[in-house]
């Protein structure tokens, strides 16, 4: 079974500083992936950043990198230049492919970011 | 960047109504899930649905739960006789593109409010 793990409840940064949440996961997969979204209070879920276990290079999105240590089993969310509307939910998921073809996605409980001016 | 529009944004009933929630996607979409998120609480995955049928579920997915795609097009979910703890936020789901791979585009969410 996948389990995802975020153990930082709440993060504050300093407004244009950078930001690290954490996401340390367990699989026993070979082929997994690695989510990243945000929740902003008025609750949709927006995609930020993907991580497949196979790809050799961190990937990046912008603002948005994601350390990953495929050894340590972490996938590290890092925000550079952080910005009043970074302040939201975070939330750290993997991707598990079932028999039928089809995938799920396992999230974690989730990080609260505040950005502060 | 792909769109998934779900409607009601927002839905307060009483217990033991039924409930539907629809998620209008791009019509080429073959897969598409639904996910809910109790308040303070973590996202859940429900059922996913291909091809007109469901692929997969969760142990969430009851039989008070269905899924259709009644005309092609909008991908509802039902709930028969709502309970309390069906209080939640609903997501409907897709991938990029028409194949099951990569990034899971999420809807805005329908939030249902039992009472």
């Known amino acids: ?117 | 960047e792909p769109e998934v529009t779900q409607t009601p944004s927002h839905q307060v009933t009483q217990m033991g109504q039924e409930v539907i929630l629809r998620c209008v996607p791009i019509s080429n979409h073959l897969y598409f899930y639904w996910y809910r998120q109790i308040l303070g609480q973590k996202v859940e995955f429900l059922v996913s649905f291909y091809n007109n049928e469901i692929s997969e579920k969760s142990e969430i997915f009851d039989d008070q739960f269905s899924v259709e795609r009644p005309d092609g097009s909008n991908f509802t979910l039902k709930i028969r006789s709502t309970k309390l703890e069906d209080s939640a936020m609903y997501f409907c789901a897709k991938t990029r593109g028409s194949s099951n791979t990569g990034e899971l585009f999420f809807g805005e969410g329908s939030r249902l409010t039992v009472l």
Do not use: H
């Open chain 1, 1 to 117: 079974a996948q389990k995802i793990t975020q153990t930082q409840p709440g993060m504050f940064v300093q407004e244009k500083e950078a930001v690290t949440l954490d996401c340390t996961y367990d699989t026993s997969d070979q082929s997994y992936g690695l989510f990243w979204y945000k929740q902003p209070s008025s609750g949709e879920m927006i995609f930020l950043i993907y991580q497949g276990s196979y790809d050799e290079q961190n990937a990046t999105e912008g603002r948005y990198s994601l350390n990953f240590q495929k050894a340590r089993k972490s996938a590290n969310l890092v925000i550079s230049a952080s910005q009043l509307g970074d302040s939201a939910m975070y939330f750290c998921a993997m991707r598990s492919w079932s028999g039928a073809g089809s995938y799920q996605l396992t999230f974690g409980k989730g990080t609260k970011l505040s950005v502060i001016p």
